[in-house]
């Protein structure tokens, strides 16, 4: 990456030597000692030890958006509707209400909540924290969660286990609200300001939910203990440490071993072999969600200090690179075969043929991308955009077409579709800039500012979002309102815009559906997105020592990694495991023993080279 001296030649091969083992090695020898710091349980405890790369950005709800850290929310709150794992449906009795009703012309809704909860330092949850929560959002309009609240004019509770929520117009989308009910008494004295920047909502986070955070190590581990008071049921676990990974391979190994009970995003090159071990197994699972290359679609007179290539502002110039990216082969490759090519933002097989939002082209539509890099190009010279001074680099008014390319470091198939779409679109003319960085770096670039102007400091990049049940929230991404705040590509649309919220009050079914398909032949059509996958979420688990392992929706779903808490109030163990440290004691003494070799070479081979090996600016 840019911004790196280059160093002598000889220097550089004996930095190599040790880099490379240091990627082999180092790497794996962090995650053991990530994992050889994570908390050993208490005698006589059980605890479920679950393993991801994908750490908590933030616990605070009103700041992370990580899939991990909606995960650690799902069960250290609870939601006002919940929805029942089998099939996904909000049932009364999942969430904090247990049952509700609406007035004929769907405007008037009143939930019943249960008297039994209460929260984690024992104080009694009502329904007045239930109309806190909500009413803290819409009047400080919080950006993460304002757009549920389109309609919504009043919430009061009007006794202690019943809120009323009175909107201008129907509410479609009333029971997929998610969003986790907060304790006043704590919140309540949380500015808006800092609930929204600054505040870190530290452990032990008190919440509602079947397990409380009580400790977190960043990069390293989160520690949930066990609501024992839990209005459901005491879950049949003690604890959930949830460990990270840096490495995939590590945490594979850690699986064979019995380290870890579940794994999530394991390598698909071992998943076969994970499968093939006898107390393990492993499920593709299909989830709410997509794959996307992005771009930065800012308009340059309302964010002049946006630093997106002009051309990306352009329907034409990105209806154009549809043709250039080869989703079969993103899938072959990029993913080992496991996930389905994407057309639209709204995920394919997910949802059952009674309520199925997703739309695709119709068949035999001359106006269908499909992999065609002669199309890619003609569709750009139609647009204007020609190579004028025959240097192969396509030009915008004279002047090269240089695009930087974004992928992540913790994802491997996000850096595999970088390299062939890097060169897919270098076959077509344009110059690319391709890099590596980590999901924070990202972040930072896609919601940068200037002093107080929204300045995205970017081009394209690789990443996925995953999604409710309901479809309002991935609708929601893409809506001018949400600019500089979930949108992470400053797209604007008045049309788009206007059925985002007409979908939200078609009760309906139908109706909402066509709407919905709409605005998906909206976003195909003008392409802030190109959809790349639908992912398969691969989760590895030991169901022979372990036992209650719940898969979502129908049975296509996944068992933990899908912020529903069916698994963890299941979830138990069968006999008692054998014991892990050594698996990790014996990464940590190899990865040292390795990483002392490497440095013995390179200072022998330093002295030698004394002064020789200098530094070249």
Not at 81 to 105: C, H, I, Q, Y
Not at 253 to 263: E, M, R, V
Not at 482 to 502: G, T, V
Request: charged residues 20%; proline residues 5%; neutral net charge.
């Amino acid at each position: 990456m840019g911004g790196k001296r280059r160093r002598g030649h000889r220097r550089a091969l004996v930095i190599a030597l040790a880099a490379l083992l240091a990627a082999g090695l180092v790497w794996g020898l962090g995650s053991a000692l990530a994992g050889s710091s994570s908390p050993s349980p208490a005698a006589g405890k059980t605890v479920l030890r679950l393993g991801w790369t994908n750490d908590p950005d933030n616990l605070n709800p009103f700041i992370g958006y990580e899939s991990s850290s909606y995960e650690i929310w799902a069960i250290n709150y609870e939601l006002l509707v919940g929805f029942r794992a089998s099939d996904m449906a909000n049932v009364p009795g999942v969430g904090l209400a247990t049952k509700w009703e609406t007035s004929p012309d769907g405007k008037v809704w009143t939930f019943t909540i249960t008297d039994k909860s209460k929260w984690q330092d024992g104080q009694p949850l009502t329904a007045a924290d239930v109309a806190f929560t909500y009413n803290y959002v819409i009047k400080n309009k919080i950006g993460m969660f304002i757009d549920y609240m389109s309609f919504i004019d009043k919430v009061e509770a009007t006794s202690p286990t019943t809120v009323v929520f009175t909107c201008s117009k129907p509410k479609a989308n009333m029971l997929g609200l998610w969003i986790p009910i907060l304790p006043e008494h704590i919140w309540s004295k949380v500015k808006p300001a800092d609930a929204e920047k600054s505040f870190q909502n530290a452990p032990p986070i008190i919440g509602s939910g079947p397990f409380q955070t009580v400790e977190v190590k960043k990069g390293v581990f989160v520690r949930l203990e066990a609501n024992k008071d839990y209005w459901r049921g005491a879950p049949k676990i003690d604890e959930v440490i949830y460990q990270t990974y840096q490495n995939q391979d590590i945490m594979a190994q850690d699986l064979k071993t019995g380290a870890i009970q579940s794994g999530w995003n394991v390598p698909a090159a071992q998943f076969k072999s994970l499968d093939a071990e006898p107390n393990l197994t492993g499920i593709r699972a299909v989830t709410i969600g997509f794959d996307q290359l992005g771009f930065n679609c800012a308009d340059k007179k309302k964010y002049p200090k946006s630093t997106g290539n002009i051309v990306l502002t352009d329907p034409a110039f990105r209806r154009a690179l549809q043709w250039a990216v080869d989703k079969d082969k993103i899938v072959a490759i990029g993913y080992n075969g496991n996930a389905a090519p994407a057309d639209v933002i709204i995920t394919r097989d997910y949802y059952s043929k009674v309520a199925d939002y997703h739309w695709t082209p119709p068949a035999g539509d001359p106006n269908t991308y499909t992999f065609d890099l002669e199309k890619a190009k003609a569709a750009l010279d139609a647009a204007g955009y020609t190579d004028t001074n025959g240097d192969g680099i396509r030009d915008n008014k004279g002047k090269p077409i240089k695009l930087r390319l974004y992928a992540r470091s913790e994802s491997p198939e996000s850096q595999k579709c970088g390299s062939l779409i890097t060169s897919w679109f270098k076959s077509i003319g344009l110059q690319i800039n391709y890099q590596v960085i980590d999901d924070g770096a990202l972040g930072d670039k896609q919601y940068n500012f200037v002093g107080d102007q929204y300045a995205p400091d970017f081009d394209m990049f690789i990443w996925g979002w995953g999604g409710d049940v309901d479809p309002n929230f991935i609708l929601s991404i893409l809506t001018t309102n949400q600019i500089a705040s979930w949108s992470d590509c400053a797209w604007s649309n008045p049309e788009y815009d206007k059925l985002f919220l007409q979908q939200q009050t078609q009760i309906d079914l139908q109706q909402r559906i066509a709407t919905v398909q709409k605005m998906q032949q909206i976003v195909y059509d003008q392409s802030p997105y190109i959809p790349l996958v639908y992912p398969l979420d691969l989760e590895v688990a030991d169901t022979t020592n372990w036992s209650g392992w719940v898969r979502a929706n129908q049975g296509k779903g996944a068992w933990w990694y899908n912020t529903q808490p069916d698994t963890y109030m299941a979830i138990h163990r069968v006999v008692a495991t054998k014991a892990t440290s050594s698996s990790n004691t014996s990464l940590i003494v190899g990865g040292v023993a390795a990483v002392v070799i490497v440095l013995i070479i390179v200072v022998l081979v330093m002295r030698r080279r004394g002064r020789h090996a200098e530094v070249e600016t």
